[in-house]
């Protein structure tokens, strides 16, 4: 490389997108790069000029080091889309003038569904005006949702510490008595897929039964069979854990988050609210069976917990930072880097590059037949999925009992 | 020791109880014991003549290691407390019988406030019956609320995790950009004592600011003052994160959480609910500022979390289980052992035994001079206090990327 890079981070935060903020700043240098500067809060932050030189915070390796263990977005994040190049010519002009006035080589967007979106309309808008630059897109999100690629990093530390987390719930809950039992229901992030959820099955294992059931949203909820099986663990255990996707919704089409609105949930403005997954669903087992209840959900926790980071996870989003890099460095523009899995066990994996404008906007789903008939357990093929991205810790750098972090000052 | 010992746990489990259970099993066995038994979900579990013979899951060094950060009660917990003597002699009876035909020379119970109220009433009964049995308490709680000892086991590792959460969830806010901002609320636990909710100061370091607020029981809460400070967060940053303990009441005596309940909250079956602290209070920000908002509660999580222990808290509560094996077999009775400390930096504690009367039904709440004059963050003296429980790390046995705990077959 021979001029600048320029990277940002965009949509939720993750474990794991600092690790490829940092592979992005060590191969860029190694490679040649003259700068590398950071978007603040993604694309908005090149369009407002708000743009920093990473090496006024990456002053040597430890600061490499403690950026890969940094939770959330160390750039700030954002959710803008762009609109199409013909809606608003003149913004696309401005972000190439910014792009060109920093004498930029390689832009490197690390995110989700609309951070590719956003590398497909550049690199249209370059191919279009006759610009050298390239735009690279790294997948990121914990959410496992996007096309082409075997997983995305964020995803295996999420999972962990789904696992790790639900499998402690579920000891606390067996180690109680209630005259009626327990019913715990873990609440987990994931839309439209369940790759997340799933991970709960993580908690299984010689020392554990695992949760009772889980609910995806791939398949239809039924609250019929949800009660049947709560009260058969109940009667049988004196308690029950499940693991339900936030985003699980009836044959009709109904979000399970949208029943308790019905019921007449109002907020105190007497706006009809709704109540959560979860505490729907605890507050429907509590009326039915009469048993005590705890909805838990998972929330921010579940994406911001690099305490619990899985090593080949963090080690994985360093090396696609580096990869997409060498990407934009070999020519390549408008794609994004992949993972490719060659085998489960021993686990080995590369990267290839795909063309962008087949992953943008498409979401990948848990197969169906990775979840049982009955639609309340991932298979083993699932596990064997899984179980390769949460291996290996890389525990936090600790100063005064706490994790420290590399921060902006 | 000659004959035998037998242990309980009881009340809420913690991170912990197993690391004093531990502690009992081989200081007992050290100190001679023949068997150590173990009561199946405490004192309930003694009466219905549901002991286990320690021995059977503690075959070697390992398993004691494994049992050391295995959360929650091992032996499983119950919440009863034992009628008065005079109520209901009986019952006495047929506990003491129990105990000499397990040819019990010292009963240890690890709990909180219910369980040295049963440690008082046995101690009194054989006192009046001429029992020469011992027992002893060995406290346990998160909410570290008990009297007399300057602080009890299980509370340094959930003060490490709240810490520790809350830095990654500000880190997480902080990355975000919403249009009206972002206001989290995290609820923790502690009806009446802010132990836990003080602990979000741990999140404060030089690479963070730490949590913009928080409101502990202690301090009547003012839901003007609530809403004043986070507007001026988000007006200057952007974002907000406070901390919340689920027992905040108004001056006039009112729970928080229950403030919800007067403006409409109704569940699937018409029955008014508890919407949670956190959850009315982000309903209240969003509906009075337009601002995006997230309620976190860290429930059950908070106090299962061995995965982060503070490696002092599983030491100390180790040793203050042998403690309680020592003091029963130097003749103690109707005591609790507590620690005492002999300075913060260094950090230096010591063992003490204590009369149990003075101890069970008190309640020790964080002083006022601990908690800064407007009543939202506790001061360096907190901090002082809390910072050394935190200390050193005592990461899980990993096996396949996810925690291995001690199980019974």
Redesign the interface.
């Known amino acids: 490389m021979k001029r600048n890079v320029i990277v940002g ?1 965009s949509g939720g ?1 993750t474990s794991a997108i600092n690790s490829s903020l940092a592979g992005v700043y060590t191969t860029a240098k190694e490679r040649g790069a003259k700068k590398v500067y950071g978007m603040r ?1 993604g694309i ?1 932050g090149l369009i407002k000029g708000d743009v920093v030189d990473m090496s006024r915070y990456i002053k040597h390796d430890l600061h490499v080091e403690l950026l890969r263990r ?5 750039l ?4 803008f889309k762009l609109p199409e190049i013909h809606e608003d010519k003149e913004l696309y002009d401005k972000i190439f003038d910014q792009l060109h006035e920093l004498d930029i080589e390689a832009f490197i967007y690390i995110g989700g569904n609309d951070s590719m979106d956003t590398i497909k309309k550049l690199s249209d808008y370059a191919l279009l005006t006759g610009s050298d630059i390239k735009f690279v897109g790294c997948p990121k999100t914990i959410d496992n949702d996007l096309a082409l690629t075997d997983h995305t990093p964020g995803y295996g530390s999420a999972a ?1 510490y789904i ?3 639900i ?3 579920i ?7 209630y005259p009626k039992g327990i019913a ?1 229901v873990v609440e987990v992030m994931g839309r439209d897929a369940g790759w997340l959820t799933g991970a709960s099955c ?2 299984e ?4 039964e695992g949760p009772d059931a889980m609910y995806l949203p791939e398949v239809p909820f039924d609250l019929d069979l949800f009660l049947k099986k709560a009260k058969k663990a109940l009667d049988e255990k004196g308690y029950t854990v499940v693991a339900v996707s936030e985003g699980v919704r009836t044959k009709e089409g109904k979000y399970v988050c949208e ?2 609105a019905d ?9 009809k ?1 709704l ?1 959560g997954t979860a505490s ?1 669903l605890c ?2 087992l509590a ?1 039915k069976l009469g048993c005590k209840t ?4 998972l ?3 579940q ?6 980071a ?1 090593r080949i996870d963090i080690i994985e989003a360093g090396q696609i930072g580096g990869a997409s890099v060498k990407a934009a460095d070999e020519g390549s523009t408008g794609v994004m880097v992949v993972f490719e899995r060659e085998s489960d066990d021993p686990y080995q994996c590369h990267t290839a590059v795909k063309d962008v404008h087949k992953i943008a906007n498409e979401e990948r789903l848990v197969p169906r037949k990775w979840i049982n008939k009955e639609g309340t357990y991932v298979t083993d093929e699932f596990r064997t999925y899984v ?1 390769p991205l ?4 890389l ?1 936090p750098i ?10 902006m000052d």
Chains 1, 2 share one sequence.
């Open positions: 981070q935060p809060h908005q940094t939770p959330a977005a160390f700030g994040s954002c959710r962990k696992g790790t987390s499998k402690e719930v000891r606390d809950a067996m180690s109680q008595e715990t993580l908690a294992g010689e020392d554990n029943m308790g019921s007449g949930f109002v907020d105190a403005f007497g706006h609210q109540s729907f507050s429907y009326g705890r909805a838990i959900e929330s921010t926790l994406r911001a917990a690099s305490h619990l899985s179980e949460i291996q290996g810790d525990w600790m100063v005064g009992g706490i994790p420290r972090h590399l921060y």
